[in-house]
């Protein structure tokens, strides 16, 4: 008989809404993530965690706390060490920002328990992703862990969080358009694969998060976009890598990074900038000009200068972008512009979108 299905790496619970770190204990109860006794270690930050802390530990008494140090591989090791030290767990808890999620998906992994992925803000689509990007000896690699059991979001949480988190989500969603539309470029020019259901899941929620009329401030608008983020996550699962969220504008955002580690801005605003840069190199005019708008209509960058690049930087980047994704191919490997014409083209992007 025919497999006329197949089984999507997923979690079984996401819940999204305000309030929702108030229900934690009995949600991963009654989902059987934890028993009625509640044996789960949290993993932390110093700050923000401390803070969640204190308001948890009254409704979870049998958890033990574990405080992250930063992103790093030695960090992610090390709580994974503190773990197999520890009493034996029904899960750990990834609770704060990507950092501490990032490490808490890798020590998870390590020491074989589920994940459960509590996010206190919205800054990128890494939280519900089967990879850990930590830092390590030679910069940042990424490594491939397990889907989150759980991912729980609490709007109330998000919304205390500096307004910068959000607008990183923001660009990191809509970016999903840019780099949807390089995968359909790479099939038709190298014949690589598209996985349909994955593209499917990054694209409607890139466009959900671009077409809505909210802002940051509002809970509709703040519910969309962390759907968003977990449908990309999964999106990722389904597709085996991170193809389905990782283009041009992705390679742009590691050539910053790289060239400029001391001086590059936030993960989301420079995969927005390169999203609508790339989207106009492809020949998509409108729609490079209304991302461009909708970014900047919630406060993102969409000129190099915004965050702190002169043009020429920005050639420079756009230039050395292709080395960051060896064997990835985008609209930058399909055009193999020179510097001249990246100058160019940054130029008429430049005017096109206005100042």
């Not at 803070?51 to 405080?67: K, Q």
Request: proline residues 5%; charged residues 20%; negative net charge.
């Amino acid at each position: 008989m025919p497999v006329l299905t197949r089984l999507i790496p997923s979690p079984v619970v996401v819940d999204i809404r305000a309030g929702a770190l108030n229900d934690l204990a009995s949600v991963l109860a009654d989902q059987r993530i934890s028993s009625s006794t509640g044996r789960l270690a949290f993993a932390i930050s110093g700050g923000s965690g401390a803070v969640l802390r204190e308001r948890l530990a009254p409704s979870l008494p049998n958890a033990d706390w574990f405080e992250v140090g930063g992103g790093t591989l030695d960090d992610a090791v090390k709580l994974a060490d503190a773990l197999k030290k520890g009493r034996r767990y029904d899960a750990v808890v990834g609770l704060g920002g990507g950092k501490i999620i990032d490490c808490t998906k890798f020590a998870a992994a390590r020491v074989g328990l589920p994940l459960v992925a509590v996010a206190t803000n919205l800054a990128h689509d890494g939280l519900c992703s089967p990879v850990a990007t930590l830092d390590n000896d030679a910069g940042r690699g990424s490594y491939g862990v397990p889907t989150p059991i759980a991912v729980v979001i609490d709007l109330d949480v998000v919304r205390e969080a500096p307004v910068r988190f959000v607008r990183s989500g923001i660009g990191d969603a809509v970016s999903n358009i840019s780099c949807i539309a390089d995968w359909e470029l790479s099939n038709r020019e190298t014949g690589e694969a598209i996985d349909g259901l994955a593209a499917a899941m990054a694209r409607q929620a890139g466009e959900a998060v671009l077409r809505h009329p909210g802002g940051v401030g509002d809970d509709a608008f703040l519910q969309v976009l962390a759907e968003g983020l977990v449908l990309t996550g999964i999106s990722m699962s389904v597709a085996g890598d991170s193809r389905p969220a990782s283009g041009a504008c992705h390679e742009i955002n590691h050539a910053f990074d790289l060239l400029f580690p001391k001086r590059a801005a936030s993960h989301g605003e420079q995969v927005g900038l390169g999203a609508a840069f790339a989207m106009h190199l492809r020949g998509a005019r409108e729609e490079s000009a209304y991302m461009a708008e909708v970014l900047r209509r919630h406060g993102l960058p969409v000129l190099p200068s915004e965050i702190g690049f002169t043009a020429d930087e920005f050639v420079q980047v756009v230039a050395y972008a292709p080395q960051t994704r060896p064997g990835r191919f985008t609209i930058l490997e399909h055009l193999d512009l020179s510097t001249d014409q990246i100058r160019d083209a940054y130029a008429d992007y430049a005017k096109t979108i206005g100042s």
